[in-house]
């Protein structure tokens, strides 16, 4: 399996400059870093014959202008809706603007998502209909076989000496784990018949199954210890007082769901996904005095609830 080197974790500024690099690699020293210009936009630039791009026997020759669009999602796409309206409504007036002023012939976008061959065309069409001499869309995974083709590069990355699957702010989490704890006045002994609002049945023998949670953990901590709760969680989070906490819930999820996919491969089963969700989070000892035993509960309840975890085997491949 090829390398994830977890671009979405870069900051914007980080991502341009890793573009830069590769840029140099491909075109020549005389690449221009990413600047603001006057519409706004921030395009990194090259003039002259490139050295290697798109190949030795045919490399771009004249204007070309390279664009870097940053996704903190490690499941971004090309094919994603949003992003192929932002092109179309900011980006593409913008290079037609710079086409009209003559000061592009070559288009280069580097973008941290991955590819279909119809996202491709797609966008390459759209691009060349505005009069451009040539278009090249970049995905990521070109960019990771960039970076495993040129170990220092990869070493260079903000994050390479961070050997955890991934990283996240639990801050989020945090936040919610402390409303819940003040919204139940510290009482979390006190237990509720609240299993019955979950399928429990379709969790053992679909979502269990699929997502590699062994049965030892689900019946004796998550069923035995944290569901009585759930109902607590879920009165907690339905309430309309803390519509502001259930934002903070969501987003959370949303994060986790979205990492845990990109990055499952590398956990033996979800018992050590949950194991490495609770490190991270208990990691803030000094936020969590009094309130370490909601971490688990409410991680438990984010993947029976389906926040968290994937329902079908078709998400683990998309």
Excluded at 116 to 125: D, L, N, Q, R, V
Aim: net charge negative; proline share 4%.
């Amino acid at each position: 399996m090829r390398r994830d080197f977890r671009l979405y974790e870069l900051s914007d500024d980080d991502f341009e400059d890793l573009i830069v690099k590769i840029a140099v690699e491909w075109l020549g020293e005389g690449v221009t870093p990413f600047a603001a210009g006057p519409d706004g936009g921030r395009d990194g630039k090259f003039t002259g014959t490139a050295n290697s791009f798109p190949s030795r026997s045919k490399p771009l020759e004249g204007k070309v202008v390279l664009q870097a669009k940053h996704a903190s999602s490690p499941i971004a796409s090309y094919s994603d809706k949003p992003f192929q309206r932002e092109l179309k409504v900011k980006e593409y007036p913008r290079v037609k603007k710079l086409i009209e002023n003559e000061l592009c012939d070559h288009y280069i976008l580097f973008a941290n998502r991955k590819l279909t061959g119809g996202a491709e065309e797609k966008i390459h069409a759209e691009l060349i209909a505005l009069g451009l001499k040539s278009a090249h869309i970049i995905s990521l995974e070109r960019q990771h076989l960039e970076l495993e083709n040129k170990p220092n590069l990869a070493k260079s990355l903000p994050n390479a000496r961070d050997t955890q699957p991934f990283s996240f702010e639990p801050d989020e989490i945090i936040e919610v784990i402390s409303a819940l704890h003040d919204y139940s006045d510290g009482h979390i002994d006190e237990a509720f018949d609240s299993a019955q609002s979950f399928d429990t049945i379709s969790i053992k023998a679909k979502k269990n199954p699929i997502n590699g949670l062994s049965k030892e953990f689900y019946e004796q901590v998550i069923e035995a210890e944290s569901m009585l709760h759930f109902g607590k969680i879920e009165r907690f989070l339905k309430n309309p007082r803390n519509s502001e906490f259930r934002e903070l819930y969501h987003d959370a999820a949303d994060e986790l769901k979205q990492k845990i996919i990109a990055e499952r491969v590398h956990f033996e089963d979800f018992d050590r996904v949950f194991t490495f969700l609770y490190d991270k989070v208990q990691s803030q000892r000094m936020a969590l005095r009094g309130k370490r035993r909601l971490v688990g509960i409410l991680l438990h309840y984010m993947y029976c609830n389906c926040d968290i975890g994937v329902k079908s085997e078709e998400e683990l491949v998309a």
